[in-house]
């Protein structure tokens, strides 16, 4: 995993990853989470949000098995993780504290990829699916495969980052 610090200066903080796919900071900016999807594990260090020093890797989520590998990741307000199931049909909403999970949602497509919070008040759970790979059965069987859906939830999602550098100009979201 690398950082572009604000001098773009590529800065490499995990070596040894083999698919880097969901990562989140927790609301207070003290942890950033991470999966690297083979290892069907969520990573917690230790942020510091002035230096960008990640420190203390810790596995605070093991994947279950037979549910898929995690993928893209989003977190809420409450500081809970949304997770999207590659081969699990499904988004789950994980306490990273404890390592429970809290709720399942089945989405109707095989390859769940990504989720990130929208909308006007963030509230929307956008859910992003692939099709790829899938044989005749497997698309017969999750015909909105491909498909990008829309869940309206109860939990309000944390705001996205922008880069920030007076040469390229990039405004908050």
Sequence with gaps: MYSL??????????SHVNTSNGIAWSPDDTYLYFIDTPTKKVVRFH????????SNPTDV?????????P????????GCLWIAHWGG???????????????????????VTSCTF????LTDLYITTARTRMTDAELKQYPHAGGIFRIQMNVKGCPTYSFRHETIGAETL
């Design 47 to 54: 942020y510091d949000i002035h230096t960008g020093v990640i």
């Design 71 to 78: 993928d893209g990741m989003t977190i809420d307000v409450e």
């Design 89 to 111: 049909s499904k988004i789950t909403r994980w306490n990273p504290l404890t390592g429970e999970q809290i709720l399942s949602i089945p989405i109707p497509a095989l390859y």
């Design 5 to 14: 610090n604000n001098n773009l200066q590529v800065e490499k903080k995990v």
């Design 61 to 69: 989520i093991i994947f279950p098995e037979n549910e898929g590998l």
């Design 118 to 121: 929208g909308g006007p008040n």
